[in-house]
């Protein structure tokens, strides 16, 4: 539309695009046709920093705004746009600018499948002046998680219990003071690739009193208080969540034990079978009946077919004397159980319809999950409720944003979230002085933080070992068709025969991968500039039940060299070296083994439950 072109161009004389190596073909195309007519037009961008390839984001486009917006000369011709290279970092100490290099030096490199490299050269990282030299340590680890030690074999130490000393050492140093010259706790982040790493180094963070900041909607929604909250929302906004009631149910709470769930269980598929053969209303309606098995055959399991909603028995919950085909009853304590959880469940529903933060607020209440983290021994109230008060903020966030709020929607919008390996934004996030975050590395960007640690640096981890190209599935969009194609490996797929179409994808695959391992590169060095003063980077042999150790990342690997050359200011915390990993996974030698249902209370139940009388007497 012209006159709207005309409108917004009259609105800016002067336009200023930055972090635009975040940009995609489609916005290259929207600014060159409003503002590509002469005027002036800067981008500011590191196409180093180019890491949102998975929501259309190109490192090319920096290349391509030399076209795009051109210098008009006065003799009417035209010209590429100059460069000016922005080389010093003021953030940086010269030894984590040492780490910056490493890993992004192979991107100067022209990728063999581009035919032009579009890209200019990004020279190195320079330190800003007088720049103090910082501290680089390096970790590789026999186990993700420390094992303990037996008769024959000593104790292994862990990743992420290794990481969690380093941290609990860097937040008691002070690197800068405010305007008083006061000591300013230090601020520290760990970034991880994917929010699997998150559990096993919160774990051993709150294991030594330090508080922790879970960023980002996705790594939020494993939180154990924050499951918790989520089971009750689905069981109140879906009566097919069984898998929900069933946390509810086993957990610390109400510690419905086995025998009493396999009896729910059949409870629920009577209630099933009740109503496929129901003849009438009065006869759905008489659910007490005697349970029968299906058509004639004596069943002694039932058939996961006939799986009925355990949300649906809990709220029509059996008489005392009923007895399943199985042979199966719920006990007179479990029914009890059952009975207050049904009431509560009944009350709750009543909230349903009201504002989304009010309903978490009493579900909240309700299932004393308030007075649960404020009981939380040496931390302050502020920190318990830290990811409480964070999941109500997404909730407020939804709520504003959304066309459509009520639980459904807004429980749908969750799931998008924990599927999405980044999760969706909630806030602006800012460092904090007062709690470790842990985060993701995408959703650092932007960030900085005093000390940084970077943990599960192995190959297959980070670099990540998946590959988008279009040809394994539906998931994206030919490349041919992107705008951004010249920058992308292209598959020559008409071939004479079946056999050079197969070759002339594996050659494709191969391209593909790398242009994906570029892409780690580039997350990698976002990574590593997040640090100011300390940069931690670790990597473990053995973990997540693997059957086999998994080598070191190239870009950890490149750093070890860089050390052991003399490199200032890098530091070894421990380092397993290939050959000496075992063949066998050690924490597979350490059975874990726990009681269930689980009693919160413990050896301090008869103390407790004493104590509470006298309170109620």
């Not at 972090?19 to 046709?33: N, R």
């Not at 920190?383 to 109500?392: G, H, I, P």
């Amino acid at each position: 539309i012209p006159e709207a072109v005309e409108r917004e161009r009259a609105k800016y004389k002067v336009v200023l695009l930055d972090e635009f190596q975040d940009t995609s073909h489609a916005q290259m195309v929207l600014f060159s046709q409003l503002f590509g007519d002469g005027r002036a037009v800067t981008a500011v961008g590191d196409p180093h920093q180019s890491i949102y390839g998975f929501r259309g984001a190109s490192a090319g486009q920096l290349g391509t705004f030399r076209d795009q917006f051109p210098l008009f000369l006065p003799d009417g011709s035209r010209a590429l746009a100059p460069v000016a290279n922005l080389s010093v970092a003021w953030r940086n100490s010269t030894s984590i600018l040492a780490t910056a290099n490493t890993v992004s030096a192979p991107l100067n490199t022209t990728a063999p499948w581009l035919k032009h490299q579009r890209l200019p050269h990004v020279p190195e990282l320079q330190a800003k002046p007088q720049a103090p030299l910082g501290e680089v340590y390096l970790g590789r680890y026999l186990a993700d998680v420390s094992v303990p030690g037996t008769e024959d074999a000593e104790d292994i130490p862990g990743e992420a219990d290794a990481v969690a000393d380093q941290v609990l050492r860097h937040r008691r140093r002070r690197f800068e003071t405010d305007d008083a010259g006061k000591d300013l706790q230090p601020t520290v982040a760990v970034l991880c690739r994917g929010r699997k790493q998150f559990g096993p180094i919160r774990e051993a963070l709150e294991a030594r009193g330090i508080p922790v900041q879970i960023v980002g909607l996705g790594g939020l929604l494993s939180t154990p208080e924050v499951v918790d909250l989520l089971a009750v929302l689905r069981v109140l906004g879906d009566p097919g969540r069984s898998d929900s009631m069933l946390r509810i149910l086993a957990g610390a709470r109400w510690r419905i034990g086995p025998a009493d769930l396999m009896a729910l269980a059949d409870w629920s598929r009577h209630l099933v079978r009740v109503r496929e053969r129901a003849m009438s209303v009065a006869d759905a309606a008489d659910v007490h009946r005697p349970d029968e098995a299906p058509d004639g055959e004596t069943v002694v399991e039932a058939d996961m077919a006939e799986a009925g909603s355990l949300v649906e028995a809990v709220d029509a919950l059996p008489r005392p004397d009923w007895v399943s085909n199985a042979g199966r009853s719920i006990s007179p304590e479990g029914l009890r159980r059952l009975t207050v959880l049904r009431d509560e469940l009944r009350d709750l529903r009543s909230y349903v319809g009201e504002d989304l933060t009010t309903l978490i607020g009493e579900v909240e209440r309700r299932i004393l999950l308030d007075i649960e983290v404020a009981a939380k021994p040496g931390v302050t109230i502020h920190e318990s409720r830290r990811n409480l008060d964070a999941f109500v903020d997404a909730a407020a966030t939804f709520s504003a944003s959304s066309d459509r709020v009520d639980l459904m929607a807004f429980l749908a919008w969750l799931e998008a979230a924990n599927e999405e390996e980044n999760g969706l934004p909630v806030t602006q996030l800012e460092a904090s002085r007062d709690a470790v975050q842990l985060l993701t590395v995408h959703a650092s960007k932007g960030l900085e933080w005093d000390v940084v640690v970077v943990p599960g640096l192995n190959e297959g981890q980070f670099p990540n070992d998946r590959d988008s190209r279009w040809s394994s599935g539906e998931g994206a969009i030919p490349w041919p068709l992107r705008g951004d194609a010249p920058d992308l490996p292209q598959w020559d797929w008409e071939q004479e025969d079946q056999k050079g179409w197969v070759d002339s994808e594996k050659a494709f695959s191969e391209d593909a991968r790398g242009h994906a391992e570029r892409e780690e590169r580039r997350l990698a060095y976002v990574a590593f500039t997040r640090a100011k003063y300390v940069l931690i980077c670790t990597s473990s042999a053995w973990g997540g039940g693997r059957s086999k150790p998994t080598a070191v990342s190239r870009y950890l690997q490149d750093l070890y060299d860089l050390g052991k050359d003399g490199a200032p200011g890098f530091h070894l915390l421990s380092w397993v070296d290939e050959g000496n990993e075992g063949t066998t996974n050690p924490a597979n030698a350490d059975v874990q083994r726990r009681s269930w249902p689980i009693d919160p209370l413990g050896e301090r139940r008869a103390d407790m439950q004493a104590a509470a009388t006298a309170v109620l007497d």
